[in-house]
């Protein structure tokens, strides 16, 4: 009996995804940008011949916008590395030829995770004197994204690249609803961490 109904709801769940405009009902809305001390870029991904992922050059790209319309003065560019190619270096590369000013930039590298991003960007840019940032990331990734850099202080507003393009086909509508559930528990599990922290410490 147990078994009839999960499959019930699977397929409940399934359907109301794949053939409804529900998740993209759901799906992050655009956020308009404020002023700020700096943005911080995170990471995306970058192949061994040096190519951005579609990700990492549209939250570039986003970082460079805000800095040519001068709500910020400094642009963080995060980046991972790989086999002969540094994702920070190539966007800085991107930025330069884009008009932001070499002293405006700061690379952010060695890190792997979100929380290794935000703990290593506040070392960089508290003793700066910075407080006040945006955030620059996916729509999806900002929530946890949020939290883990006010948990290091700052004050964060949020500045996402974009909201996720919906497809009108069930395959599309899949994706993003298997995009969003991962990053909902991506979420719950780093807030669930922060809690135990604090309880431990």
Known sequence: MLCRLLGAAFLIVFAVVAFTPLVGSLSPRAIQAARADAAVVLAGSISTDGVLSDSSLRRVIQGIQLYKRGLVPL?????????????????????????????????????RTTRDEATKAARLLQARGVRHILVVTDPLHMARARAAFTAEGFEVSPAPTGRPR????????????????????????????????RRTT
Request: hydrophobic residues 45%.
């Open 75 to 111: 642009l963080v560019l995060s980046g991972a590395v790989a086999p002969g190619s540094s994702e920070a270096e190539t966007r800085a590369e991107l930025a330069r030829e884009l008009g932001v000013a070499d002293s405006a930039i700061i690379l952010l590298t060695g890190t």
């Open 166 to 197: 919906v497809t009108n086909s069930p395959g599309g509508r899949l994706r993003l609803g298997r995009d969003m559930v991962v990053e909902w528990l991506a979420t719950l599990l780093y807030r669930t961490s922060q809690l135990w922290q």
